[in-house]
C-alpha cells in the first residue's frame, strides 16, 4: 500500500479534466437451500462497471458524446489506473454566467466489457483552457417556419443536457462483463433569468430552439426544444428578492410546421452536427 496524491491523474483523451472516479460492481447472486445449513450463500455473477468524469470546457471531443464509444484509460498517477471499452451515457454542460464561473462538463459513461486494473498510462499534453462564463449569452428563437433568434436578457446560467438510452447486455458472447448497445438519443436545455416582465417568458408547450454560446461567437445548438416548465414566478416582498424565473425545455426531434414536420438539430460549438 501507499498514499499519492490525485494531481497526476488524467483520462486518455480528455483535456482540462478535473477529475475522474469509476465504480465495479458484481451482481452476486444469493442463495439458501438445504445444504446451506441456515445461512446465506452467495456465487460470483456478472461483472460491470460506470463512472464519471468532470473536465473544463464546453464539450469533450467527437467519441467522447452520449451513445458513442471510446477506449477508456483512466490513470491515477500517470502509469496506473483502469482500462477498458465504455460507451457514454450522459453529458451535462453548465454556463455559469452569475457565478462568473468557468464553463464545463460532466460525462457519465457505463462499462462496455471487462475492465482491468493495472497500467494505464495517460497524461494531459494540451496548454491549460478553462472557458470563462462571464459575457455569455442565450438566444431564442420563437418561429419553426422562419427561425429568428434574439438574446434572452438576465440570463443567469444555463444547462444542456444529453442522454443516450444505452442497453445493458449479458450473453453467451460477453463471458460474465456486461456489454452495452447505444440507445436513443435524448436531452434537455434549462436556464435562469431575472425576470421582471413576467409577459416575456416563454409558453409551456411551444417549440423554440436555442443557441447557448460558449465563447463570443461560438454556441450550442438545439434545435427544437419543447418548453415544460416555467418555475419560480411570484415575488417576495418581505425579503425584496429580485424577480426570477427558471425554464426548461426537452428536445424534440421534429416540431410541428402546420403539418409539416420540421427536423431539429443538436450541433455542438465546434459546427459537428451530434444529432441527426
Known sequence: MSVISGKLGAIDGIASLRDWSVITTNDVQAHVDSACNGAESTVKGNDDWTGTANAYGDSPTDGFLPGQGFAFTGSVDGSVGITGNVIVDQLEITIP???????????SFSGNGAYVIGAAVASDATDPSAPTAVGRVLHLNTSIASPSYAAISGVRSVTITLSSDNKAHNDSDTAGATERTAGNISGTISYDIYE????SLPTVGDHVSFRAYVTATTYWVFQWGEI?????????????DLVNASISAKFSGYADNAGTPVVGTIIEPDTTVFWP
Open 228 to 240: 415544460t416548465e416555467i418555475s419560480g414566478i411570484g415575488a417576495n416582498p418581505e425579503t425584496a
Open 196 to 199: 421582471g416582465t413576467v409577459a
Open 97 to 107: 454566467i452569475e457565478d462568473g464561473g468557468l464553463i464545463s462538463y460532466r460525462m
